[in-house]
């Protein structure tokens, strides 16, 4: 991809693609929007957003500001390559942002909840059915592990395919493979009883990967699902219950300080990103490798 067509991209508004995304910004101040994480539970909004260099920066994450493209990577586990392809087609349709007034209060106040789930059923819905099977998930381990959710976002209604956190939140896929949290965000756990050994997935995409690469509906041992490294110090209290500890994080630098991160809590953490070395994640191995 050409450098120049590369800068345009950078050049597309944050703000306006958050607004597309049900996120608004909970207050402002001069050049800065602040929101809530879309990668957390906050309390105080700690993802800000500077309006005149067109970069985003989580406080309780990112050493330096980063650009639209990376916060595409992130949202919807996306390669680079498909960062930016998702962007040139949003752009076709990007909604105006929402204008602030001068004492920094949104004209629309963003609600404290972005999504919320209406109902939940059996996954069904044939287009749903076909993004899963395009992802290389037999429905069998979709029946088993994920639900059908209708869930408002902005006044509008939709359909997605949920996964259960802990605490009665969804990781929501739509069709279009974009990402969604209902809130609030936390880690899915599945203990095996008698377990010593426990494995460690950043998505569920990853999971539900790994169970097709081996062959099993169900693992042998106890399986976390962070659904965000942020969660890693969160679940420290259940991993320590673990001799060992088979994490399949990304391979990118915030699987990297997340895996560090392990360890550094004194975990006997097992790297089993080499399965897919060359690849960003799990998924991403099997979509390319595997076979339904």
Same mark, same amino acid.
């Given at each position: ?41 906050d ?38 390559k ?6 040139n @087609?949003? /752009?076709? $349709?990007? *909604? ?10 949104? &004209? ?14 059996t ?5 749903l ?58 880690a ?16 569920f ?9 081996y ?8 399986v ?6 942020? @969660?890693? /110090?969160? $679940?420290? *209290? ?5 001799q060992?500890?088979?994490?399949? &994080?990304?391979?990118?630098?915030a699987?990297?300080?997340a895996?560090?991160n ?31």
């Open positions: 991809m050409e450098r120049q067509h590369i800068t345009q991209i950078k050049s597309i508004s944050i703000e306006s693609y958050l607004e597309s995304q049900g996120m608004k910004p909970a207050r402002a101040h001069g050049q800065k929007l602040y929101y809530h994480s879309p990668f957390r539970t309390s105080t909004p700690s993802f800000v957003v500077n309006l005149d260099s067109n970069t985003y920066k989580d406080f309780a994450e990112d050493e330096k500001p980063e650009d639209i493209i990376r916060l595409v990577q992130r949202l919807h586990k996306f390669s680079f498909e960062a930016c392809q998702h962007l @087609n949003w /752009t076709n $349709s990007a *909604p105006p942002p929402t204008p602030f007034l001068s004492n920094g209060q949104s &004209l629309n106040p963003a609600p404290k909840s972005h999504i919320t789930v209406l109902n939940t059923s996954l069904e819905a044939p287009y059915i076909d993004y899963l099977m395009s992802r290389k998930i037999d429905t069998t381990l979709g029946y088993l592990y994920l639900t059908e959710v209708m869930y408002l976002c902005k006044g509008k209604r939709y359909k997605g395919i949920g996964f259960k956190n802990n605490e009665g939140g969804y990781e929501i896929k739509n069709a279009h493979g974009l990402t969604f949290t209902a809130r609030p965000k936390a899915a756990y599945f203990p095996v009883s008698g377990s010593k050994v426990i494995s460690v997935f950043e998505g995409f990853d999971f539900l990967s790994a169970l097709m690469y062959r099993i509906p169900r693992s042998n041992h106890s976390l699902v962070l659904n965000s490294v942020t @969660n890693v /110090t969160k $679940s420290v *209290p259940i991993l320590s219950k673990y060992t500890l088979n994490v399949y &994080l990304d391979n990118d630098e699987g990297k300080k895996y560090i392990l360890r550094n809590h004194r975990l006997n953490v097992v790297d089993c990103s080499h399965l897919y070395e060359g690849f960003k994640d799990f998924n991403e191995f099997w979509m390319d490798k595997g076979n339904l």
